[in-house]
């Protein structure tokens, strides 16, 4: 039986969501290119030592061991699959290895809309931050995330909102400037 692609995620309370916004963008390019995978849930604690423990290479900047991962099979049944992790990676890893359908990577709309996603994020981070421990976490990955994210300088709120809407705007104006419902327009 041939193995599947297994995308690494982090756990919430039950039943098992995904939430996290990093692992969604990896789901939504398998779920676009219809690649067959199961998902392995992990607790905020569990993330590094587990990864650790299948012989995943740690970035080689920032946190060594990161969620989104996924394990791509080989094609060859004598060879040993590949780990990748961090979701940009992920979508190049899988747009190579399955390119169809396209996801246009070259367009020149991507580095504006990283660019602007990652100042909306930046500036929300507090809006978000504030909510994860109580409403999504189960007990070990609550304190695990109370413990190693910086809760006491996030600012949430209106203050976040009106800080972020002119990049949220900008955002809105590229997907309004092909008709939506994606920055390059439609599908197809």
């Given at each position: 039986?041939?193995?599947?692609i297994t995308l690494f ?6 039943p098992n969501k995904a ?17 067959p995978?199961k998902?392995h849930w992990?607790?905020?604690?569990d ?6 423990f299948?012989s995943?290479l740690?970035?080689a900047?920032?946190?060594?061991y990161?969620i989104?991962?996924?394990y791509?099979?080989?094609c060859?049944?004598?060879?040993k699959?590949?780990y990748?992790?961090?979701s ?5 890893a899988?747009?190579?290895?399955y390119p169809?359908?396209?996801l246009?990577l070259?367009?020149?709309q ?5 660019e602007l ?7 929300l981070?507090?809006?978000?931050n ?8 189960n007990?070990s990955?609550r304190?695990?995330f ?8 996030a ?7 009106e800080?972020a809407?002119p990049?949220l705007?900008?955002i ?17």
């Open positions: 039986m041939a193995e599947e995620d982090l756990s919430s309370k039950p939430w996290s916004l990093n692992p969604w963008k990896t789901r939504l390019v398998l779920n676009y290119k219809s690649l995978y998902t992990l607790e905020l604690p993330v590094a030592p587990h990864l650790r299948l995943v740690p970035n900047k920032g946190t060594p990161t989104p991962t996924i791509l099979p080989s060859n049944s004598q060879l699959g590949n990748v992790m961090d940009k990676a992920i979508v190049f899988l747009e190579n290895k169809e359908p396209p246009h070259d367009a020149p991507l580095a504006k809309i990283e996603w990652t100042q909306a994020i930046k500036v981070r507090g809006v978000v504030l909510r994860i421990p109580s409403t999504l976490l007990e990955s304190k695990y109370e413990e190693t994210v910086d809760l006491e300088t600012v949430g709120g209106d203050a976040a909102w800080e809407r990049t705007e900008a809105a104006a590229m997907l309004n400037e092909r008709g939506g419902p994606f920055v390059l327009g439609g599908i197809g």
